[in-house]
Structures are given as structure tokens and as C-alpha cells.
């Protein structure tokens, strides 16, 4: 299964692309961890991406696909991967045509998550997240059983720098002007299926299910 979740900051994409993973055994691809993991090696490439990343800007294409064309040459793959946040422009997605093109492989869907932006705005205010193995959780949707560290690996949970609200509002804006017009290049591929992002927490999983077969 190869899948794409395309959707706004903060629309719940992280949270599906773990959900469907654990569902069908299939490794998650999130360039947001790949890349806040290149910020704290202290390289000029992880000064750079940080740069971008705190002021709620795209990291520059020619980074992101060199890091994602890389991830995808792994062996592990054979069952097929999740995309979480990849692509989100034009170059990107043509980037990941060939690279798909090269290895004779075809995407499955292309998962949009729906949500209104006031939704975002307070979600991600209570967003919590695990710096070591990626996991999410929201201080009233999905709180930690202990207080402060991750359930799986115990480490301690942060907030995200670009989680503050004028850097998420700002995301919003790149969103709309680079990213969605993706969904419309994807639409006439018939690989589209629109998510309700308002959907409580419980019930993602049975949706996925119906959804995904
Ligand atoms: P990235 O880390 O990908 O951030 P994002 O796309 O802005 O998305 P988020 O991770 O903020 O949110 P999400 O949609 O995964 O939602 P989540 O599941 O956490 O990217 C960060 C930055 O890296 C970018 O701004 C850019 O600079 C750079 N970057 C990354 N990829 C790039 C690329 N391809 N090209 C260039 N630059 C790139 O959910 C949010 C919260 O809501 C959580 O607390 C969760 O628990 C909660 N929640 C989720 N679903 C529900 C629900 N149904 N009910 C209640 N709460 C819920």
C-alpha cells in the first residue's frame, strides 16, 4: 500500500499516517521528523531547515527531495510506505513522480484530511509531541498517561517551536498557495479521498478501515 496524506497544519495527518501504519505494517515517511532531525545534528544543512521551518516556511524542494529520495532507495519498503507531508509543491510532486516512475510503482490514494482552520489553531496549542520516536499526543484528546513523557519510549515531550499561533497561521497561508493545488493534479488521477479532520479521535481508526479497504 502507498499512500500520500496530503492536509493543512495541524489537520491530524501525523496522527492517520501512525494509525494506518500500525494497521498494515507499513513504515511512515514524515519529512517534519526527517527534517527536525537534521536540525539538531548542528550541520549548516540543519541551520538552514531550521531557519525555514521556525518562520513556517517550506524547507527548499531541492533539500527535501534529495532527503525523501534517499528514504525511499531503503530497503523496507516492499510493502509500500506513507508519505506524511510529502509532497507539497509542484517540484515536489513531479520529484516523486519519477522517482515512483523509476522504480515501476504507483500510488494507492492520496489521503486529504478536511478541517477547519480555527480547529487547527486550538489543537495545536495543546499539541505535545515526542522529540525520539515521533509520537503525538493533544493534552485533552490524547493526553499522556504519565504526565510530560512519551507512553512508548518515556522521553520527555515537547512543544514545537513553529506550533506558536502567528508561525501556525502563516503555515495556513503556504499550505493554500503551495500545497493544495496539489489535490487537483491528484484528483484527475482519481487517487483523491477526502477525510473528515472533526472526526473524534476514536472513531479514525474504523474510517481508515471502510476507507482503505
Ligand atoms: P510537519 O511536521 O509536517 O508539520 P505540518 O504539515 O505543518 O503538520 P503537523 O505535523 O503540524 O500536523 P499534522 O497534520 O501531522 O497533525 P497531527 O496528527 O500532529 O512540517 C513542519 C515543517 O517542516 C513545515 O512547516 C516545513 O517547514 C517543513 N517541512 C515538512 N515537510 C516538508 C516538505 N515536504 N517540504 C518542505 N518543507 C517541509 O495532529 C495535530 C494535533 O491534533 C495533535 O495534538 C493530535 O493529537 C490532535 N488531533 C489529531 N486528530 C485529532 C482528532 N480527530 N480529534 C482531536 N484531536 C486530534
Known sequence: ???????????????????????????????????????????????????????????????????????????DLEKGFILDGYPRSVAQADALDKILEEAGLKLDHVMVVDIKDETIISRLSLRRSCPKCGEIYHLESKPPKRNKTCDKCGFKLIQRSDDKEDVVRHRLVVYREKTQPLIDRYQKRGLIRVVDGDRPMDAIPAELRRLLG
Do not use: C
Open 1 to 75: 500500500m502507498r499512500i500520500v496524506i496530503l492536509g493543512p497544519p495541524g489537520s491530524g495527518k501525523g496522527t492517520r499516517a501512525r494509525i494506518i501504519g500500525d494497521m498494515y505494517s507499513v513504515p511512515v515517511i514524515t519529512t517534519g521528523d526527517m527534517l527536525r532531525e537534521v536540525t539538531t545534528q548542528g550541520t549548516r544543512l540543519g541551520i538552514v531547515a531550521k531557519d525555514y521551518m521556525d518562520r513556517g516556511e517550506l524547507v527548499p524542494d531541492d533539500i527535501v527531495n534529495h532527503i525523501v529520495a534517499e528514504r525511499l532507495r531503503k530497503p
